[in-house]
C-alpha cells in the first residue's frame, strides 16, 4: 500500500519588517488584511502539531498545494525554504505554489527557483533555466504519478484569482495520458480550485474549461487543491467519469475563526488500474486546539477490504 499525505495553505508567519519599497504596491493591502485578520488564526503552533501528527502515520509522500508565504517578500520566500527542507526530502514531498506565492510582479518566479528541489519533476533539469516553462511537472511515486500545475500569477489588489494557460492545459493531458499507459494511478495538485462556484468571482481560477478538457483527454483518478480553506470534496466529469477534486482547510488555521481549523488529509492506496482502491482520512485539530484527532473517513475508490491494514497510531501530545 501506498500513502501520501496532503496539506495547503501554510501562510508561515509572523511577517518580516517591510521597507516602504516593499509596500508600496499590492502588498499593503495584504499587510492590512495580515494584521486584521490573519495573524489571529494563522498559527505557528497549530502547523507545528499538525505535522507532528502527521509524521507520526508516516506516509510515503507529502504533497503540498501552494500559498506558504503571505506576501512574497524576499524574507519571506527564503525563510519558506528552510521550512520546506525541515518538513522532508525534495524526493518525498512535491509542491505546487499558491497565489500568495506570486503575490507581485517576479515573486513567482523567484519562489520556484527557492523551492525548486520541491518542485522540480523527474526529468527537469537540476537547476531551473529561466527561459524554459516549469509547469506541469511529473514525477513518478511507486504507483502515483503527480502532476503539478500552476496557476499562481501576480494579480491587482483586491483579486487572488488564478490562471491556467492553454500551453499548460496540452502538456498536462499529454503527461496524464502518458501516466495512464504507464499503468499508474494519477494525482493532479493544483492550487485555485478547478470548479466552477468553488471560490467566489474574485478568487476563481481562470482556465477551468481546459482544465476538465485536459484531464477529459488524458484521464486522471484524483486532483488535490488549496485556496479556499475549506474541506470539500467535488465531482469533476470527465469523459472517463467523475474525478474526485479535494480540498483542504489551512494548515496553520487555529480555532476560533470563520474558516475551518487546520487539518491534512491521508490518503491510502492499494490495487491497479481498473481497481483501485483508496481511502481518504482527514485529521484536523480538536475544538481544544491540543491535539489532532480523526475527522472523516471516505473511500473514493474500490472498497475497504480491497485495503491492507494499516496500524493505528494515537498521537502523544
Request: charged letters at 20%.
Amino acid at each position: 500500500m501506498f500513502t501520501f499525505a496532503h496539506i495547503s495553505d501554510i501562510h508561515l508567519g509572523p511577517l518580516p519588517r517591510l521597507t516602504l519599497r516593499e509596500l508600496a504596491s499590492k502588498r499593503i493591502t495584504g499587510f492590512v488584511n495580515w494584521h486584521r485578520n490573519r495573524r489571529k488564526h494563522l498559527l505557528v503552533n497549530t502547523l507545528d502539531l499538525l505535522l507532528s501528527d502527521m509524521r507520526q502515520r508516516q506516509p510515503d509522500h507529502l504533497m503540498i498545494t501552494g500559498d506558504l508565504v503571505n506576501l512574497a517578500t524576499s524574507i519571506e520566500i527564503r525563510l519558506a525554504g528552510e521550512w520546506l527542507e525541515s518538513v522532508g526530502d525534495p524526493r518525498e514531498t512535491t509542491l505546487v505554489p499558491g497565489n500568495h506565492d506570486a503575490y507581485v510582479p517576479g515573486a513567482h518566479d523567484r519562489s520556484v527557483r527557492q523551492w525548486y528541489p520541491f518542485i522540480a519533476g523527474d526529468e527537469s533539469p537540476d537547476d531551473w533555466p529561466d527561459e524554459e516553462h516549469v509547469f506541469p511537472t511529473y514525477r513518478r511515486r511507486g504507483p502515483v504519478a503527480i502532476i503539478g500545475c500552476s496557476t499562481s500569477n501576480a494579480t491587482p489588489p483586491f483579486s487572488a484569482g488564478g490562471y491556467f494557460s492553454a500551453r499548460q492545459a496540452r502538456e498536462t493531458a499529454n503527461l496524464l495520458r502518458r501516466a495512464g499507459e504507464e499503468g499508474l494511478f494519477r494525482v493532479v495538485m493544483i492550487h485555485h480550485p478547478p470548479i466552477r462556484g468553488a471560490a467566489p468571482s474574485h478568487k476563481r481560477m481562470i482556465g477551468i474549461r481546459r482544465f476538465a478538457a485536459a484531464l477529459s483527454l488524458g484521464g486522471a483518478e484524483l486532483v488535490l487543491h488549496g485556496h479556499t480553506h475549506l474541506n470539500t470534496v467535488y465531482p469533476l466529469k470527465t469523459h472517463h467519469g467523475d474525478v474526485p477534486v479535494v480540498g483542504i482547510a489551512s494548515a496553520s488555521q487555529g480555532p476560533g475563526g470563520h474558516k475551518p481549523p487546520a487539518a491534512y488529509n491521508l490518503f491510502s492506496l492499494s490495487g491497479e488500474p481498473g481497481a483501485w482502491n483508496l481511502m481518504c482520512e482527514r485529521y484536523g485539530l480538536t475544538p481544544d486546539a491540543d491535539a489532532i484527532a480523526l475527522e472523516q473517513r471516505q473511500l473514493f475508490y474500490g472498497t475497504e477490504a480491497g485495503l491492507a491494514q494499516r496500524p493505528s497510531i494515537a498521537a502523544q501530545f
